[in-house]
């Protein structure tokens, strides 16, 4: 049997669970990163075993296709962001809990 790559998954609606000291961050990226993921980790205090990291995907805005990672629950601190496995630190952000964040990736058109 061989298998079908869902290509539409994650390119819908994301479901964000914030409040408290929990937000969200949605980092608008160049096309060139489809596909590619990003991982992101606190500045400050332990980076624990498994860090978070979501694919970069074309989502549809009422302006077009707009490429996106989504980071969808986020304790409140900084962190730093990089291309996954090991890429050099391109981002920095502060997370406010009850919040969603937006950043925009270096290279991006405005």
Known sequence: ???TPNTHAGQGAVVLDIGGNIGALVVTTPAALAGQEIEIRPVDG????SLPHVAVVGRPTAHGLQHAAVFAELTDGDYALY???DG???????IHGGEVCHATWPGTAK
């Open 88 to 94: 050099p630190v391109t981002l920095r952000i502060r």
């Open 1 to 3: 049997m061989s298998e």
């Open 83 to 85: 291309l996954r496995p």
């Open 46 to 49: 332990p980076i624990p075993a």
